[in-house]
């Protein structure tokens, strides 16, 4: 399982009290105001930073770090992601799970067809949509509906799902 999970990713600076302007990867993001540390990584680095004060502003959360002060240091942290530790994340209700933790899996279906491996999961508005690409790379959309996904088996690392006419 994931250790961590990307929440977001700074866009810009925010003032010149080196305050950041964050593109929130999450729909709740009222999260940013509990916690108290994240990690701002890139390809090379990862690194811890406390939060001193959070704001928001149109579609985006401004974050004031503590020890970055000036407009010049927070420009140093433009497309940094933002991640938070597992433990930090939303506790999530019966049957909800972390995207992170089923990207990878095989899918299968009820007549033990093995479809692929989930490479991705986006939201329409009504329902999510789970991307499975076969061996030959092609992607196949199922909807996240009950119809459709019938198990999710974290342990075993398997989706099983029931193909409704026309999904193919």
Known sequence: MQEFFEIGQIVNTFGI????KI????????????????????????????????KYHKNMVLVKFKG????????????LYVQIERKDATPLEEGSYYIADLIGMEVYTDENEKLGILEDIFNTGSNDVYVVK??????????????????INLEEGKILVHMLKGLR
């Open 134 to 151: 076969d061996n030959n790379g092609k992607q196949i959309l199922l909807p996240g509906i009950d119809e459709v996904i019938k198990e």
């Open 23 to 54: 593109y929130p990867y999450t729909e709740n993001v009222e999260r940013f105001e509990k916690l108290k540390k994240v990690c701002l990584v890139n390809k090379n680095s990862k690194k811890e930073y406390e939060i001193e004060e959070v």
């Open 68 to 79: 970055i002060d000036t407009l010049e240091e927070a420009e140093k942290l433009r497309n």
């Open 17 to 20: 009290k080196g305050m950041v």
